[in-house]
């Protein structure tokens, strides 16, 4: 599953590296209450793409809810998320994933995907291989 969640207003939260830092921590330790597997993410500064799929059971709600609150709470800014997300199951994951990594090299934030700190293709965070 694709997933995309804004910042109110699109401010632009993120742009502190600290908060950013916050917000891959803040996944993983989702994922250990409300397991879920992992492909890939990106933390923009107003935005996040997550590719993941819970297990049978599982919930996406239950896990983006428990990731903004774990968010806003964590950074002590209160209510900092626009209310919904979107959500889409896209045909080709490798494509997902790669305009995921991608997005950082679009806005002219590095030159290649692997440079920016606070996506899963810079290899500083474990993520599920897709296995193609």
Known sequence: MFITTNLQNRKKVFANPAYAREAVEILYRVQKLHPFFLYGFVIMHEHCHFLL???????????????????????????????????????????????????????GFVQAAEDYPWSSASGRWEVTDLGW
């Open 53 to 107: 799929m819970p297990p049978d059971g599982g919930s996406v709600s239950q896990i983006m809810r428990c990731y903004k609150s774990g968010v806003s709470h964590g950074l002590g800014l209160g209510p900092i998320w626009q209310s919904r997300f979107h959500l889409r199951i896209p045909h080709n994951a490798a494509a997902a994933l790669r305009y995921i990594h991608l997005n950082p090299v679009r806005v």
